[in-house]
């Protein structure tokens, strides 16, 4: 934006400096003048004073010191030295106004954030008269904004926090079913290696079977490795990630890890799984989670009701309207009253004398940052539904 002044203003303001200055220096801000070169001719007594010029510096009364234009930039804090030489030729170069952030030195050595602004005051003809600049203290919103953004960080960290914390319990009510899936491939390990004695004691010894043996063996060493890593990778605490995630195989290692819960509270699993899905895109471990929860939730649920079929749905199925895959969790619990359908998803709603109230909040707040939704619906007769989408890859 280019700011011209008649002849008869050019006048005026030529012939009443002192006037100008004076009000410039009441003014409640920081302003200065630099000449068509650059160079600083003028600055208030409120930048004089804030950078701790003596009370005669001729640059206090606007006489021009013929300084080079970067001479100046001593006043400025290193860092900001590259950037605003950049903006300050380019304004020389095009003549066009500019502005910059920089911090400025105070007369006691501290440094506070400005935003600096020029303008190029121009006569009627378009000859560059002088640089007019305003000064804004931007330190308060500096702060603010660190500030904000070190919240930020300590929000996001305190929700990885909870949500490993919400795992690790998540995992803790599982103890029965972990130990059943490990305990499984190591017993059936010894049953092999002592079949395996058997055919090396037998006269002669039968070495085919023994190495048949010794392969099984190898094979469920592998599987109980496969568990433990897969309830390791779902305790870890590690950065979301992006994959294409087959979201019917992932249901099936979770309903596999509760399996013995199942069971110990006789549950009885249905599973309904469209073929074809299209994979989604995220974090499978964090996904897991979801589901772990889901599960878990519906099997504590479920265990409170006295004589009714304790029955668990699985669904899922692809939503071409919404691009995604949606997920159901049902059971025949006692349900959610239609009132109090969002009550479980707040912080800390917990009707449970062990709960953390956490699980559904973080659900929400993992499948929200996959782009899609978690809700829940009342069932009839009886039970809950709680269903998430999540857009495909
Ligand atoms: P927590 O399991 O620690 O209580 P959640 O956030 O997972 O935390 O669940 C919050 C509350 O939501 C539970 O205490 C329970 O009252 C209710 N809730 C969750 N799932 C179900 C369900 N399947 N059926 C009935 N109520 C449920």
């Known amino acids: 934006m280019k700011r011209s002044i008649s002849n008869d203003d050019n006048r005026r303001q030529k012939a009443n400096p002192a006037q100008l200055q004076a ?9 200065w003048y630099a000449a068509p070169s650059g160079g600083l001719t003028f600055v208030n007594k409120r930048t004089a004073d804030y950078v701790g010029l003596p009370e005669d510096h001729p640059l206090r009364f606007g ?18 030295h590259e950037e605003s030489r950049k903006v300050w030729s380019t304004c020389l170069r ?21 935003l600096s602004r020029a303008e190029p005051l121009r006569a009627s003809d378009g000859t560059l008269l002088q640089w007019v600049g305003v000064n804004l203290d931007i330190e308060e919103l500096k702060r603010a904004e660190q500030a904000l953004r070190e919240n930020e960080r300590r929000y996001r960290e305190a929700q990885l926090e909870l949500a490993h914390a919400n795992r690790v319990a998540a995992m803790g009510q599982l103890t029965a079913s972990i130990a059943h899936e490990v305990n499984q491939p190591i017993t059936a ?13 037998a006269e002669p010894p039968n070495f085919r079977e023994v190495d048949d043996a010794l392969s099984l063996i190898v094979k469920e060493g592998n599987r109980a490795g ?25 249901m099936l290692e979770v309903i596999a890890l509760t399996r013995t819960e199942l069971v110990n509270n006789s549950v009885s699993v249905q599973t309904q799984f469209a073929e074809g899905l299209p994979r989604v ?11 772990l929860n ?35 969790v049902r059971d025949t619990g006692p349900g959610l009253s239609p009132e109090s359908l969002s009550r479980p998803f707040e912080p800390f709603y917990t009707t449970k004398p062990e709960g953390m109230g956490m699980g559904l909040s973080i659900c929400r707040s993992i499948i929200e940052a996959h782009g899609g939704r978690l809700w829940a619906i009342p069932c009839e007769p009886q039970g809950a539904l709680f269903q998430f989408t999540i857009p495909a890859t």
């Open 226 to 250: 496969e568990v433990i890593e897969r309830i390791r990778a779902l305790i870890k605490k590690v950065p979301a990630r992006k994959d294409a995630v087959a979201i019917d195989d992932a």
């Open 294 to 328: 889901l599960i878990v939730n519906a099997i504590q649920a479920m265990s409170g009701i006295g004589e009714g079929a304790r029955e668990l749905q699985i669904s899922i199925d692809a939503v071409p309207s919404e691009g995604g895959v949606r997920v159901g």
């Open 23 to 31: 009000t410039l220096n009441v003014i409640p801000a920081y302003t």
């Open 94 to 114: 095009t003549g066009e106004a500019g502005e910059v952030s920089f911090r400025v030195r105070d007369a006691q050595g501290g440094y506070r954030w400005f």
């Open 63 to 80: 006489i021009d010191i013929g300084a080079q234009w970067d001479a100046h930039i001593a006043l400025l804090h290193p860092d900001d």
């Open 281 to 291: 895109q995220g974090d499978r471990v964090q996904l897991q989670q979801v589901m």
């Open 189 to 201: 390990a010894v049953t092999y290696a002592l079949a395996a004695r058997r055919f090396l004691s």
